[in-house]
């Protein structure tokens, strides 16, 4: 999916955007091999989640949300934005990370938020598709056609049709033959709003979720793709919805 030699126009970070910086980091440095580390000039309000050694994902203290959200590196996030609002989406807010990177954080136009990353001079994770990192992104839509075309035109992204059991329909994003992510369609009972998926490969999925319920939080979905692994969610201490994605067990 993304590379840690970043191209502009792809996934380059995950980031926790969490209303308690402190909980959110004692909580995944006990659940997954992650150690956390302050973003220097920041005054602990940004982390660094690292796994043997390479950054892996971001922490990031925020008034009102908690959630994992896809970043795109851009040369120009203020640029990018404006290009973005035409196309119909809104930008929630903007921070310059020192040492780090312009961030802003937009909602498309079904409200699914996702980030847009300008280097300042870090180009984003340091680690990808390992145990212990981002395994993959998806957009869960509404509206299909209208993801496929705002993501599009925004990034260049073009798109394969494919599908895989459980699920009739899915958009893979590709640019220059890579893989960016994808595009869900909500089902008419899943009872969840647009919004993006991040994804990270684990080495035992049910046992990172019975983990979580032991520190606190709590067991969500999980079922098995055929051909792509155990997938499952769980909801930590502050509410967060984290996703990841395992082997399938021999008794499954």
């Known amino acids: 999916m993304i590379h840690t030699t970043h191209r502009r126009g792809s996934v380059c970070s995950a980031v926790l955007r969490t209303t308690d910086v402190d909980r959110a980091a004692a909580f995944y440095e006990a659940l997954l091999p992650f150690t956390a580390a ?48 035409s196309l119909g989406a809104s930008a929630t807010d903007r921070v310059n990370v020192p040492g780090l990177a312009r961030m802003v954080t937009l909602a498309d136009t079904e409200a699914a938020r996702f980030g847009l990353w300008q280097p300042a001079p870090v180009e984003g994770v340091e680690l990808t598709e390992l145990p212990g990192s981002l395994w993959w992104v998806e957009v869960l839509s509404d509206d299909p056609p209208r993801a496929r075309e705002f993501y599009g035109a925004l990034f260049g992204w073009s798109r394969r049709e494919t599908a895989f059991e459980p699920f009739a329909a899915y958009t893979v994003f590709e640019r220059d033959g890579m893989q960016e992510g994808g595009v869900l369609p909500i089902g008419q ?17 049910d046992g990172v979720m019975r983990r979580a319920c032991d520190l606190g939080g709590a067991a969500g979905f999980v079922h098995t793709v055929p051909k792509h692994g155990r997938i499952g969610s769980i909801v930590d201490p502050n509410g967060t919805l984290f996703w990841m994605r395992g082997p399938v067990p021999a008794a499954v």
């Not at 009972?189 to 999925?205: K, L, Q």
């Open 38 to 85: 302050h973003v220097p000039g920041t005054d602990g309000t940004v982390r660094r989640l690292r796994f043997e050694g390479r950054t892996v994902a971001f922490i990031q203290q925020t008034p009102a949300s908690n959630e994992w959200l896809p970043f795109v590196s851009v040369d120009d996030a203020d640029a990018t934005t404006a290009t973005a609002v």
């Open 189 to 205: 009972d899943w009872e969840v709003s647009p919004r993006w998926n991040v994804i990270y490969e684990v080495t035992d999925c």
